[in-house]
T-cell receptor
Framework: GDSVTQMEGPVTLSEEAFLTINCTYTATGYPSLFWYVQYPGEGLQLLLKATKADDKGSNKGFEATYRKETTSFHLEKGSVQVSDSAVYFC????????????FGKGTHLIIQP | DVKVTQSSRYLVKRTGEKVFLECVQD?????MFWYRQDPGLGLRLIYFSYDVKMKEKGDIPEGYSVSREKKERFSLILESASTNQTSMYLC??????????????FGPGTRLTVL
């Protein structure tokens, strides 16, 4: 079956540091890939997505590129802020998308001033 | 904006009680989903529905059932709550299948405690 593996945290960085959160996947066919973010006490919000190989998703300074050859979708940001502190989930959906998302276990990111 | 609402943010129930968690979406989405979120396990799919009165089991359906009598509403039912069902429950919806239609929008979650 499908699976998503992401680095588990917590990951602690100083403000303005460079961020990478690794995500690799196993799936049949050509999945769509997503990064969701969950701020404290809230539900999940879509951060960015990519639907085919070599697509780059971007939003709020975050980027991730769909790499089919390495089955990866690593999340990056050049300069993090305290407000980026949250839990980040990598996820995929395969086939037509009528099924649910397959999630990684989440990475807790803590940004210190 | 798509809005997905859940009936309660926090719920405390006793072992053996029947529990209903309600979810409503206001954007005429075809698909609706129920997940549970546990520390160290991420989110796991319980049930989903791609049409009124249709339902499909997800990865962990045991101990749960669902109901979708109207397109906008998807209910999760714990027939006899147990302590191992203490968790955060998240509802989501999506427009449909394929391309941009499969983007899922999440509600704020219901934190259920079973004593």
């Amino acid at each position: 079956g499908d699976s998503v593996t992401q680095m588990e945290g917590p990951v602690t960085l100083s403000e303005e540091a460079f961020l990478t959160i690794n995500c690799t996947y196993t799936a049949t066919g050509y999945p769509s890939l997503f990064w969701y973010v969950q701020y404290p006490g809230e539900g999940l919000q879509l951060l960015l997505k990519a639907t085919k190989a070599d697509d780059k998703g971007s939003n709020k300074g975050f980027e991730a590129t769909y790499r089919k050859e390495t089955t990866s979708f690593h999340l990056e940001k050049g300069s993090v802020q305290v407000s980026d502190s949250a839990v980040y989930f990598c996820a995929l959906i395969s086939g037509g998308g009528a099924d649910g998302l397959t999630f990684g276990k989440g990475t807790h990111l803590i940004i210190q001033p | 904006d798509v809005k997905v609402t859940q009936s309660s943010r926090y719920l405390v129930k006793r072992t053996g009680e029947k529990v209903f968690l309600e979810c409503v979406q206001d954007m005429d989405h075809e698909n609706m989903f129920w997940y549970r979120q546990d520390p160290g396990l991420g989110l796991r799919l319980i049930y989903f529905s791609y049409d009124v009165k249709m339902k499909e089991k997800g990865d962990i359906p045991e101990g749960y059932s669902v109901s979708r009598e109207k397109k906008e509403r998807f209910s999760l039912i714990l027939e006899s709550a147990s302590t191992n069902q203490t968790s955060m429950y998240l509802c989501a919806s999506s427009l449909g299948a394929g391309g941009n239609r499969n983007e899922q929008f999440f509600g704020p979650g219901t934190r259920l405690t079973v004593l």
